[in-house]
T-cell receptor, first 112, second 111 residues
Framework: EAQVTQNPRYLITVTGKKLTVTCSQN?????MSWYRQDPGLGLRQIYY???????DKGDVPEGYKVSRKEKRNFPLILESPSPNQTSLYFC???????????FGPGTRLTVL | KNEVEQSPQNLTAQEGEFITINCSYS?????LHWLQQHPGGGIVSLFM???GKKKHGRLIATINIQEKHSSLHITASHPRDSAVYIC?????????????FGSGTQLTVLP
């Protein structure tokens, strides 16, 4: 089954404790991206990647890092999480740009 | 400034009604997406448009490039259509690889 998976789905952590949210797709897609969704602000793009070793900043990259060492994986790294990074995070992939986006199930992160 | 506006923000309809959700954008685009977010939070892509009209089942999406406007129509609405509908665009200016999202339309269809 074609899908985008994210782990964990739910995470409660404390300020400053490094964490990684994994994202994996099994569709051989070149384009992958991370979004965060906040009440009143909607969805905003954090980072995206056009292919292996090619990443670029979206609208809200501060406080996040990404890497794309393999085509299928695009982890989101929070080196020192802060409470303002409490949000619902989505990973998505597509075979190109522009093309239909396939979204992961979301990761609800709470930073205390 | 590259902006996307959706209307209405909230919409309540009776089962069977014809529904229209609107999306306007400020400058030229290369593509427009309509997304559906279920009450559980998952997001599904409904359509991607760069011109004209697309239809899938009871859903129809249209785009008018000259007027910088798109509509999503739902015919014979059903309670299972209750969800948030989100418009997203790729602007030609700036980074065409980025998506900019509207604020979403919360649709509730009553039985």
């Amino acid at each position: 089954e074609a899908q985008v998976t994210q782990n964990p789905r739910y995470l409660i952590t404390v300020t400053g404790k490094k964490l990684t949210v994994t994202c994996s797709q099994n569709m051989n897609h070149e384009y992958m991206s991370w979004y965060r969704q906040d009440p009143g602000l909607g969805l905003r793009q954090i980072y995206y990647s056009m292919n292996v070793e090619v990443t670029d900043k979206g609208d809200v990259p501060e406080g996040y890092k990404v890497s794309r060492k393999e085509k299928r994986n695009f982890p989101l790294i929070l080196e020192s999480p802060s409470p303002n990074q409490t949000s619902l995070y989505f990973c998505a992939s597509s075979s190109g740009v522009p093309d239909t986006q396939y979204f992961g199930p979301g990761t609800r992160l709470t930073v205390l | 400034k590259n902006e996307v506006e959706q209307s209405p923000q909230n919409l309540t309809a009776q089962e069977g009604e014809f529904i229209t959700i609107n999306c306007s954008y400020s400058v030229g685009i290369s593509a427009l997406h309509w997304l559906q977010q279920h009450p559980g939070g998952g997001i599904v892509s409904l359509f991607m448009l760069s011109s004209g009209k697309k239809k899938h089942g009871r859903l129809i999406a249209t785009i008018n490039i000259q007027e910088k406007h798109s509509s999503l129509h739902i015919t014979a609405s059903h309670p299972r259509d209750s969800a948030v509908y989100i418009c997203a665009v790729r602007f030609r200016s700036g980074s065409a690889r980025q998506l900019t999202f509207g604020s979403g339309t919360q649709l509730t269809v009553l039985p």
